[in-house]
């Protein structure tokens, strides 16, 4: 797949924080997305896969880890019942750009969780990370004044000013 705009197609699920048994999530016909539910039904799961399948570091043991610090409840932790349950915990992405369609897999489990190669070039295309928490919002606020905000968000989304100083 060439450089360029890519959608995202679809999130599967299996063995993953709150979602232990296999879930995917059609995206295909949406092109914004919103995540809406009561506490403890995965929103934060669905985050937190993504996040997974795009970072160098992302490991199952340390999202686990921050849902048991949130008091998300036992549901988000579904993820510890997967070897018991014989489900081998995975992310799986599917992404669009155009006509064509790319997969990428990966396991959230062992020594080796390489980043699939979707992800790889997705990440390439990211000028700031697709995911931000809110600590990582309030810092960044807090850090800048209001300009200096303005410009940041500007150069990320390649904005010109709305008003030119003479």
Same mark, same amino acid.
């Given at each position: 797949?060439?450089?360029?705009?890519?959608?995202?197609?679809?999130?599967?699920?299996?063995?993953?924080?709150?979602?232990?048994?296999?879930?995917?999530?059609? /995206? =295909? !016909?949406?092109?914004? &997305?919103?995540?809406?539910?009561? @506490?403890?039904?995965?929103?934060?799961?669905?985050?937190? $896969? %993504?996040?997974?399948? /795009? =970072? !160098?570091?992302?490991? &199952?043991?340390?999202?686990?880890? @921050?849902?048991?610090?949130?008091?998300?409840?036992?549901? $988000? %932790?579904?993820?510890?019942?997967?070897?018991?349950?014989?489900?081998?915990?995975?992310?799986?992405?599917?992404?669009?750009?155009?006509?064509?369609?790319?997969?990428?897999?990966?396991?959230?489990?062992?020594?080796?969780?390489?980043?699939?190669?979707?992800?790889?070039?997705?990440?390439?295309?990211?000028?700031?990370?697709?995911?931000?928490?809110?600590?990582?919002?309030?810092?960044?606020?807090?850090?800048?004044?209001?300009?200096?905000?303005?410009?940041?968000?500007?150069?990320?989304?390649?904005?010109?000013?709305?008003?030119?100083?003479?």
């Amino acid at each position: 797949m060439a450089d360029g705009p890519y959608l995202l197609h679809s999130l599967s699920l299996a063995g993953f924080r709150a979602y232990l048994q296999p879930k995917t999530f059609d /995206f =295909s !016909k949406k092109r914004c &997305l919103a995540i809406f539910a009561p @506490n403890g039904n995965g929103k934060s799961s669905i985050i937190d $896969a %993504l996040e997974f399948m /795009f =970072s !160098k570091e992302g490991t &199952l043991e340390r999202l686990g880890l @921050n849902t048991a610090h949130n008091k998300a409840g036992v549901a $988000a %932790l579904a993820h510890n019942m997967a070897e018991e349950a014989k489900i081998e915990p995975t992310v799986a992405i599917g992404v669009i750009k155009g006509k064509e369609v790319a997969n990428g897999r990966r396991t959230a489990i062992g020594a080796k969780r390489p980043i699939p190669a979707i992800a790889t070039t997705l990440n390439g295309c990211f000028v700031v990370s697709p995911i931000i928490r809110g600590h990582t919002l309030r810092s960044f606020v807090e850090a800048h004044s209001p300009e200096q905000r303005y410009a940041d968000v500007a150069t990320w989304l390649q904005l010109g000013p709305l008003v030119l100083r003479s």
